[in-house]
């Protein structure tokens, strides 16, 4: 199925464009006449993608995070955060809850959230080329 409306942007890993990429996502989902709560959702996923590529691709250097997002007329969104950074040498073990290459600070339940938030959660990932999370939501259609 092809997407009937799609976006691509990308912007600086600085911390603090993590609300311009979840402002910028919501605003493109508007076009599905999402529930708040759904949105909601979905922004906290793009978040946490946003927040781990920064903290963990990029770690001490600034790149560029890339962003898509593909609407389709059965009412699913795709989003997709990509990164140049460091990579993931082991993916599995990433997305255990808990996990964290952050120190102490963080929490290691990034993956966790973006899961219980989405439908479909792909994670791919070569060492020193980067790493991809594909969030598939489907909003349901309101009369």
């Not at 959230?113 to 594909?134: E, I, L, N």
């Amino acid at each position: 199925m092809k997407p009937f409306n799609k976006v691509e942007f990308s912007f600086p890993s600085n911390s603090v464009n993590e609300g311009f990429a979840r402002a910028a996502v919501s605003a493109f989902l508007s076009q599905l006449d999402p529930t708040v709560a759904d949105l909601t959702d979905l922004k906290t996923a793009v978040s946490e993608a946003v927040t781990n590529a920064i903290v963990h691709g990029y770690r001490d250097k600034i790149g560029f995070v890339y962003i898509s997002v593909k609407l389709f007329e059965n009412g699913k969104a795709v989003v997709r955060v990509r990164d140049k950074g460091c990579g993931i040498p082991n993916i599995e073990e990433a997305m255990e809850p808990l996990f964290t290459t952050g120190g102490e600070e963080r929490a290691g339940l990034g993956f966790a959230v973006m899961q219980s938030f989405c439908d479909c959660v792909r994670v791919t990932s070569a060492v020193g080329r980067g790493t991809a999370v594909t969030l598939t939501k489907y909003f349901e259609a309101r009369e």
